[in-house]
């Protein structure tokens, strides 16, 4: 235990002799202070529970003896280079002295622990301890200039909020933490870590070009841009994120876009994967991304799409998939879109495709999981509502064959034979139905 903080420590009888070995040898230990191993009847209940009493005696005896030296190999019996910042941070000091080159060659990543970024924004105010001046492998200055080179930073935590470090009364994720020490972060990934535990960005609103923010437990998009700030509804252009291009607060708990998401003026691709957005009305700030073009929004709540083009007006990439949506309608103004999924929705009227079917840039759609996905020549129904463009659609992920293109041609030639009215052809597919155009001349 130290201060506050308190773990546990497991270790078998082998152990402590060779921690003994070590102590006597190089530090000075009285060889006849460790208790002696007993080989006949060693596993006795009584025998065990004493051994156990005789070695807890030996551990205080040594931490009395070695309190002022501490070598490291006693702190690292004890697990002090897992719970204690100091000898946390020379674990970690010793690791990037050793190590940062490859580091930062081979993918110029790291992911570090709550508790470790807390151990370094603890160390930041101290002045340097003398026993880093002997030492250079320790010393404190390999870690902030392995951290300022970083390029791609991931901050893991625990999706249990209040779930214990090991053995150890310490909760990960009440633990506050700075960035200032990474000066050249481009990419940050924060999973399953409380926002609200950064207290200092730094940099990293000028330098960042893509923020991941997963499993936070978010209910507002300021809470994820917003970290350093008190007053959360009081923000200016000082805190926008210009650099920032790909964003991902999938997996969090937010029901509506705040009008904090224009501090992402840059933005094109944005991910909204599995969370509580249900209203399009609660979406409408989105509207306010002029570079967004990619945007997905599967797994949420949505039953309806109405009016979607009020909020996104030049949307290249839509995934809606795996939501409660029956109707195309909403969609039918998005002229800018190229990929549309909307797999596993509740979508059972073939009708429906007529509200997509005429978009002049839709070339990839997944539907595919629907209701309607069962009737029977699904897809030549499907390709048959995009007219002359048929041969241009990728459906689930599919190209049409001969054979559904030759359909297709039979249930066109229907229904301009029902209807009288013949389609327009684009002269780049007017092949999909040459009988007709020639007929035509």
């Known amino acids: 235990r130290i201060d506050k903080i308190k773990w546990v420590v497991k270790h078998r009888y082998k152990d402590f002799s060779e921690l003994h070995e070590c102590l006597v040898n190089d530090h000075g230990v009285a060889k006849d202070t460790l208790p002696p191993k007993k080989v006949i009847r060693n596993k006795c209940p009584n025998f065990v529970e004493k051994r156990r009493e005789g070695l807890e005696e030996y551990l205080k005896i040594l931490l009395v003896y070695l309190q002022k030296t501490m070598p490291r190999e006693f702190a690292k019996f004890l697990d002090m280079d897992k719970y204690d910042i100091l000898f946390l941070l020379q674990s970690m000091a010793v690791n990037f002295f050793n190590n940062a080159d490859s580091y930062l060659q081979n993918c110029n990543s790291f992911k570090f622990t709550p508790l470790e970024l807390y151990a370094i924004s603890q160390r930041l105010p101290r002045p340097c301890p003398p026993l880093e001046l002997s030492e250079t492998q320790y010393d404190f200055s390999h870690i902030l200039d392995f951290c300022s080179q970083l390029k791609d930073v991931v901050i893991e935590g625990n999706i249990n909020q209040k779930s214990f470090l090991k053995s150890s009364n310490i909760i990960p994720n009440e633990l506050s933490f700075e960035m200032s020490v990474f000066k050249n972060i481009q990419k940050l990934e924060v999973i399953g870590v409380p926002m609200g535990n950064i207290y200092n960005t730094g940099t990293m609103r000028d330098t960042l070009t893509n923020l991941v923010v997963n499993n936070v437990g978010a209910e507002h998009i300021y809470d994820i841009l917003l970290p350093d ?65 990619t945007l997905n929004l599967s797994e949420n709540q949505f039953y309806s799409c109405a009016d979607l083009h ?111 009215i013949a389609p327009s052809f684009s002269n780049s597919n007017s092949s999909l139905f040459p009988s007709l155009v020639s007929s035509g001349s």
């Open 229 to 293: 700030i008190i007053h959360k509804q009081e923000f200016t252009t000082a805190h926008a994120w210009g650099n920032l291009t790909e964003a991902d607060f999938s997996f969090n708990n937010l029901k509506d876009i705040d009008d904090s998401i224009k501090l992402l003026p840059n933005v094109k691709t944005l991910n909204l994967v599995h969370n509580k957005l249900s209203d399009v009305k609660k979406i409408s700030n989105l509207s306010q991304l002029p570079q967004l073009c």
């Open 310 to 420: 009020t909020s996104l007006g030049n949307i290249v990439s839509l995934d809606l998939s795996q939501n409660f949506i029956s109707s195309l309608s909403g969609i039918s103004k998005l002229y800018s879109l190229e990929s549309l999924d909307v797999s596993c929705n509740k979508i059972t009227d073939i009708k429906e495709i007529v509200h997509i079917g005429s978009l002049p840039c839709l070339e990839n759609i997944r539907i595919t999981g629907n209701p309607l996905a069962c009737i029977v020549d699904y897809r030549v129904k499907v390709l048959e509502l995009f007219n002359a463009r048929a041969n241009d659609i990728n459906l689930d992920n599919e190209k049409p064959t001969v054979q559904e293109l030759d359909k297709v041609r039979v249930l066109q030639a229907l229904r301009i034979a029902k209807e009288g």
